[in-house]
């Protein structure tokens, strides 16, 4: 609304400038082009008039009286003037104009709003002083817009020709009016706009915005009002905002850049339902479009073509479509807010930031940092959630699908989801442990996927690392209890890769930690992995995963104090010493491999877990290596009716070490 509200105000000035066609220093010459310039506009289809008009010729100033304008367009744009000062004018050539100052005075722009709810829009602005103007005599080209797009075009058009030093608005008053569902008031002081040249503007800066609104939503009413300072913006260009609303660049693929830096804070804003809020800063910079994406026309008349009724689920279809292609031709290089703070009846939330970019409808990031708030069971904490590669475009698309509610999503629909987003990290969280007092903390997590398959990723990655408490009162945690330990943590490192090319598919375990327990690694290999594995297609899925191989498995465990934890368990169950017990557990390795009829390669590993048992803080390295070509699917079913005939399939290598 502020950048719209910026628009009008200089699009209004200008355009009132270009009435102007200074000829030779006599009242009726000046009259006459006037006349001219009003006849203009009516021959578009609008209305104008004004009253009089005089002529100082000493101080080259010319002063309009009571202009009133309506524009051709459906629903009406009208404007009113009490009055426009043009001083120190003058011709430098034969079609242009130009004057020291131009000061309005009066100003009441208002219009209907159209769509199924209708509303209403107006500002007014006591008065507006413009600088060291020049422009073209005139309109560019005959205002004659069938549309509220078209008048912006004819305005964006006129405005690029003008230029200026600076324009001031001390004060702005405006009001909107959405019936029950919105209905307010807003106002603007301190507004200058500097440098306006080749339809470019250098800085646009508002001091303070104040707003009251009325809304009803789910049935309750609501009051809400706020205080936005410091809002500033530079490098607006209206002809990169003109490109979008030409029809004629509708195949234009480039970026045009719509404005640089802009800045905004501190907002306030408070609810009468008992919300108070506050931000520190506000930011985006680097905002772009590109026309061939963002046709604002196609958009608006396909709302209007639906009209008051309800879409079927085909226009919603479409509609949805067409929002998804609008995000596509925006680009935002980033857009940050700070020092976020509210007061809610569920009690106080600060937020550090909130940070996210927009290119090709997609968020490279989303971030939220520095997350700190309560609940009834203690305080939580998040040092940064994020988001990655999330596209927006195409989860409205993907979405929309799932607007019909005769026939459920596929498989390979939902599966479509997937490549909508390619990551997610967290990191720094504290969280009350049930009624404890104490926290659970999650010092990192992060997971990645890629390298798609159609939807399906055939590459992914997690890291994560966390403490907990161990609940004392769960029958599942007696054991840690017993050994003394009153948090756990993990930490862990966790990889899976397809390679194309070797039609092998890994899982690596670089690490995996829980402390005060052990300290792991693992590598586990599947080889003659197909490309159809990865199908969305669950049928298609199962039927290639036949043909997969079972390949290498390694793995190390080293002891940290799990041995102990079970060496105790068991000396507190059978009554013996904890001496005894482990070696009850070791004489059991023992009489297992003796006495039970297994695969000869089970030997291999009997001393290497006896020696683990009898030895705190031995490490234990195990290979497994296929003897021949085993099916996956054949080494699964195996496991769960025979392990030791599964086992029976590798060639075993087992040893022990400090």
């Not at 009132?16 to 310039?37: D, K, M, N, P, S």
């Not at 009089?52 to 051709?72: C, G």
Request: charged share 20%; glycine share 8%; hydrophobic share 45%.
């Amino acid at each position: 609304m502020v950048k719209i509200l910026m628009g009008l105000t200089a699009v209004v000035v200008i355009a009132v400038g270009g009435y102007f066609g200074f000829e030779l220093y006599t009242q009726h010459r000046i009259t006459g082009e006037v006349e001219a310039a009003f006849e203009q506009m009516r021959a578009g289809g609008g209305k104008a008039s004004h009253g009089k008009v005089s002529f100082d010729l000493r101080s080259r100033t010319v002063r309009i009286a009571d202009i009133a304008t309506e524009s051709a367009t459906q629903p009406p744009v009208r404007l009113k003037i009490a009055g426009v000062t043009a001083a120190g004018v003058g011709q430098p050539d034969a079609g242009r104009f130009s004057a020291d100052s131009i000061e309005t005075s009066d100003i009441e722009i208002s219009a209907n709003i159209a769509g199924p709810a209708g509303g209403s829009l107006s500002y007014k602005m006591p008065r507006v002083v413009m600088k060291d103007y020049s422009g073209p005599v005139g309109s560019q080209r005959p205002p004659t817009p069938a549309s509220v797009i078209e008048m912006y075009r004819s305005a964006l058009d006129q405005f690029a020709a003008v230029s200026a030093t600076s324009i001031s608005v001390p004060s702005i008053a405006g009001a909107i009016n959405f019936g029950a569902a919105l209905s307010g008031d807003f106002t603007y002081s301190g507004m200058t706009i500097r440098d306006i040249k080749g339809g470019k503007i250098a800085a646009m800066q508002i001091e303070r915005a104040n707003f009251t609104f009325n809304t009803q939503q789910a049935g309750k009413a609501d009051k809400m009002t706020g205080e936005i300072a410091n809002l500033s913006s530079r490098d607006f260009d209206a002809n990169a905002a003109a490109a979008i609303l030409d029809p004629q660049k509708a195949n234009d693929d480039r970026y045009y850049t719509l404005y640089g830096k802009t800045s905004a804070g501190p907002y306030t804003v408070t609810s009468a339902l008992g919300l108070r809020m506050r931000i520190d800063q506000m930011t985006i910079d680097g905002v772009g479009a590109r026309p061939s994406r963002l046709q604002l026309p196609a958009l608006l008349a396909m709302i209007q073509a639906a009209g008051a009724k309800s879409p079927t689920p085909a226009q919603t279809r479409e509609m949805i479509d067409k929002m998804a292609t609008l995000y596509e031709g925006m680009r935002i290089g980033t857009a940050e807010m700070r020092g976020l703070s509210a007061e809610t009846p569920q009690g106080p939330v600060k937020l550090q930031t909130i940070r996210f970019n927009l290119e090709d409808g997609k968020i490279g990031e989303f971030a939220v940092e520095g997350l700190d708030t309560n609940t009834p069971k203690g305080p939580i904490k998040l040092g940064r959630f994020a988001l990655k590669s999330l596209d927006i475009a195409n989860f409205m698309r993907v979405s929309a699908q799932f607007a019909n509610p005769v026939q459920p999503p596929s498989p390979e629909l939902i599966a479509g989801l997937f490549p909508l987003i390619q990551g997610v990290e967290i990191k720094g969280v504290t969280a009350p442990f049930k009624n404890t007092g104490k926290f659970v903390n999650l010092d990192g997590f992060d997971l990645n996927w890629g390298q798609f398959v159609g939807p399906i990723p055939s590459k992914a990655r997690l890291t994560a690392k966390m403490t907990t408490p161990v609940d004392a009162t769960d029958p599942a945690m007696k054991a840690l209890v017993a050994a003394g330990l009153d948090t756990l943590s993990a930490d862990a490192d966790i990889g899976a890769e397809w390679a194309e090319a070797a039609h092998s598919f890994v899982v690596d375990v670089p690490k995996l930690e829980v402390g005060g327990l052990l300290k792991a690694s693992a590598r586990v290999a599947l080889a003659n992995v197909p490309r159809q594995v990865f199908s969305a297609s669950a049928a298609q899925a199962i039927g290639a995963a036949a043909q997969i191989e079972a390949g290498t498995i390694e793995l190390t465990v080293r002891d940290l104090g799990c041995v102990d934890v079970g060496v105790v368990q068991y000396a507190r169950a059978q009554n013996v010493s904890r001496d005894a017990a482990r070696q009850a557990i070791a004489q059991s390795i023992r009489d297992t491999s003796t006495t039970e009829t297994i695969a000869p390669a089970m030997e291999a590993i009997r001393g290497a877990l006896i020696s683990f048992v009898e030895t705190p803080g031995q490490t234990l390295v195990v290979k497994l290596t296929p003897r021949a070509k085993v099916p996956a699917l054949q080494l699964v079913q195996m496991l769960k009716t025979d392990p030791m005939m599964a086992l029976a399939q590798f060639r075993i290598e087992a040893s022990t070490g400090l």
